[in-house]
């Protein structure tokens, strides 16, 4: 079908199951054939038939998810915005009784530390948002381990230095950054606040830290490149498309608007059972209406809102591929979601610039490692191997996953790493508090630095070796270790089914 002006009137007559039509961001899409599919359900969709469901669409989806999973000829042309129907939007009880908790936040003198940006986002997110962010894959062992394997390494203090000064800027992948911290990516920011990312990139300029912008992120990478500041300094986190003509323009487009580094995620080939965020989906249904078992059977809500990844993901990704990345970028390359020595060392036989020492934050396999306890394993690994010695310069180590505080960092720094990245955190303080919310967070962070380096007897970066911590019970995995009473506070226990509430048919 040629796409064509369409007025509002006409999509208004494409209204039901048997024909739906919808509006997003000024354009028509046939989404007819497609409603079995979502998995969010039919429902949201249907809700919107024949009108604009841009105000929908937007927090759960990245900008280009709809025209990525829709045929060409399901793209049916732009419609007049003055012609278009809207759905009144209704505040549910639910939604008055988050504003009223929206209404009693404490103020940003009250947060102390990043747990009560997690604690205050619990209460005041949407249900959906809250989901997404916070599931993790399975039972959720990983989640949990990412955490606590933290507590397993402590500190061999230094005294007598002069800590009258003391800096902890450093430098990642050659970038400067005021903290051995950068944000990393996590997707659909927009689902906490409706300036989702932008967010993120205004906070990191004022505080001198390195974004990185996700594929999946609710705003587009222009509009995240076009918001940063001049000099700013961003990285770019990658899910490869099976169609490789679509990353290479991806990637090289990236690379003229001046992102200084790539990092391709290779621990998601299928993504993970997040239950929570699963059963956010199924409680989205009216069980009234569910008429077919079999037909909503066959909907698949596992993906939930980030169904993108599934949809284009090049499942194929093999070491195989790495040539052909290095042959369309100049920027650094680094492998997102490395596990285990064997694979960071062949990152450093095939001339990657770094990898990072992770598990998708919990959310793909459950009982996968902490970052923190794989480097351990990593660095004297590839010291025996090829003899190399971390920090290092040429090849570096990342690790991400449960940060909470800067000790948390501190102890990956000594152990090796040139930097950590912190995601969760920063999502719940913009959910909870906005821009100010973030920068308020980074603030937390260099005040504990500052704070801890002096106890720590480490003046500067470069002072914070092997010799100040000890990790010898990191791969004890239930070895007994002191209770993080504000983490297990915030955790929410995953639920188990349980039978629900049917409304009588009038």
Not at 411 to 434: D, E, H, I, N
Request: charged share 25%; with cysteine; net charge negative.
């Amino acid at each position: 079908m040629t796409p064509r002006h369409i007025s509002g009137q006409e999509v208004a007559e494409h209204n039901s199951r048997e024909s739906c039509w919808i509006i997003v961001h000024g354009r028509v899409y046939d989404v007819t054939d497609f409603l079995d599919e979502h998995p969010g359900g039919s429902k949201i969709i249907l809700k919107y038939a024949g009108k604009d469901a841009t105000a929908e669409y937007d927090p759960i989806h990245p900008p280009d998810a709809i025209t990525k999973n829709l045929p060409p000829e399901k793209h049916l042309g732009s419609v007049d915005p003055d012609t278009v129907l809207r759905v009144e939007v209704e505040i549910t009880d639910e939604e008055r009784d988050r504003q009223l908790r929206m209404a009693q936040r404490p103020p940003l003198s009250e947060i102390l530390n990043l747990h009560d940006f997690e604690t205050i986002g619990k209460l005041v997110m949407s249900e959906k948002a809250w989901a997404y962010y916070s599931s993790a894959a399975d039972d959720e062992i990983t989640h949990r381990e990412n955490h606590a394997a933290y507590h397993r390494v402590w500190f061999r203090p230094r005294i007598l230095r002069d800590v009258t000064h003391v800096d902890w800027s450093t430098k990642i992948l050659g970038q400067p950054t005021r903290m051995p911290v950068y944000i990393t990516a996590t997707a659909l920011g927009k689902l906490g606040h409706k300036d989702g990312e932008l967010n993120l990139t205004r906070a990191a300029a004022k505080h001198g830290v390195i974004q990185m912008i996700p594929t999946l992120a609710s705003c587009s990478f222009d509009e995240i490149v076009d918001t940063a500041q001049p000099g700013q300094v961003q990285f770019l986190q990658l899910y490869v498309n099976r169609d490789r003509e679509i990353t290479r323009k991806f990637v090289q487009h990236a690379e003229k608007r001046g992102v200084k580094a790539l990092f391709i995620t290779v621990d998601a080939p299928q993504l993970g059972r997040r239950e929570k965020d699963m059963r956010m989906k199924f409680e989205a249904e009216d069980p009234a209406e569910v008429t077919d078992n079999k037909q909503q059977d066959r909907v698949d809500r596992s993906h939930g809102a980030a169904r993108a990844i599934s949809s284009f993901i090049d499942t194929s990704l093999d070491w195989k591929d790495i040539p052909w990345f290095q042959s369309i970028t100049k920027m650094p390359l680094i492998l997102k979601g490395v596990q285990c020595w064997e694979d960071a060392l062949e990152a450093y036989d095939r001339g990657l610039a770094g990898v990072v020492l992770s598990n998708h934050g919990g959310r793909q396999l459950d009982f996968a490692r902490s970052g923190i306890e794989i480097l351990v394993e990593v660095v004297p690994k590839l010291g025996e191997k090829r003899g190399l010695k971390f920090p290092n310069e040429k090849f570096q180590l990342f690790v991400d996953g449960g940060v909470r505080r800067a000790t948390d960092v501190i102890k990956a720094v000594a152990l090796g790493a040139t930097a950590v990245g912190v995601g969760r955190p920063f999502l719940y303080a913009f959910s909870s508090y906005g821009v100010e919310g973030v920068d308020k967070a980074l603030q937390i962070l260099h005040d504990e630095f500052e704070m801890n380096m002096r106890l720590l007897g480490a003046r500067n970066i470069k002072e914070i070796v092997p010799a100040m911590v000890e990790a010898s019970s990191i791969h004890s995995h239930i070895v007994s270790v002191p209770s993080d009473r504000l983490y297990e506070a915030n955790y929410e226990s995953i639920q188990s089914a349980r039978l629900r509430e049917i409304k009588p048919r009038m």
